[in-house]
């Protein structure tokens, strides 16, 4: 990890823990929750439901939140939070993550997504 990568992600997840996420390291790779990890771009955001979530809303379709909807609202709240704190993020191509971007790849037009 490049040292100008390395403190994105540790800048980026302290951010979401100051804001009461629970951020999660890579060694909890099967715990549901937030992770922040490096990419080539920046630092990648990434949620997991718990499997009983999961479960909950697969039981509860069309009366509850569905998996995919939960995750848009994690990632809504998550790229409003760091977009204020001056970030630049936009959706990952398949929708299923968050890339901040470093200072030195930012996309033209400007922060935010």
């Given at each position: ?50 499997d009983g979530f999961t479960a ?58």
């Open positions: 990890m490049s040292c100008a990568l390395a403190e994105l992600v540790s800048r980026v997840s302290s951010c979401l823990v100051q804001a009461g996420f629970q951020v999660l390291g890579d060694a909890d790779s099967g715990v549901p929750g937030l992770r922040v990890t490096e990419v080539s771009a920046g630092a990648l955001v990434s949620w997991t439901a718990s909950l809303a697969r039981d509860q379709a069309g009366r509850a939140a569905s998996n995919d909807s939960m995750r848009v609202i994690v990632q809504t709240a998550v790229a409003g939070l760091l977009i204020q704190l001056g970030h630049t993020v936009t959706e990952t191509p398949d929708g299923c993550g968050l890339v901040v971007f470093t200072e030195a790849v930012l996309p033209r037009g400007g922060k935010g997504s």
